[in-house]
């Protein structure tokens, strides 16, 4: 038996399946990032291109729904995380690890507000359906 909190959640299309699995692999990116930052992990996660997420926005999301708003909002997140993830990268490896880990909160509000905008993306499939 599903749990009953689930019982009132609408269905998800399984043409948004790709949209819920991004969501999750954005927010391991991030839980990975974090971990090598704070010194759990030896690697980095792979940057904005090779990154699970970055290769379905610009590919299946970009074909599909592109010419969305919320897409452009999805793309711009996207590239901020990335750039900001630069920069902590670059003061990590300078040895400045306090600078960097100071940026994790702003990292959160991105992944948070990039969150938002994948289930605006979501609830726009569902409505147009």
Known sequence: HPDPMWLDRP??????????????EHRAWIVAFEAFIQGEREAAPPDEQLCRFGRWLHGECQVRHGQQPTFQA???????VHLLAEKMLQLHASGC???ALAYLPELHALRDS???QL???LQNNRQQR
């Open 11 to 24: 269905c998800v299309s399984r043409d948004d399946l790709p949209l819920l699995f991004a969501g999750v």
């Open 74 to 80: 999805i793309e711009r997140l996207h590239r901020q």
């Open 97 to 99: 690890n306090p600078d």
């Open 114 to 116: 990039l969150t938002v």
């Open 119 to 121: 289930k605006a993306l």
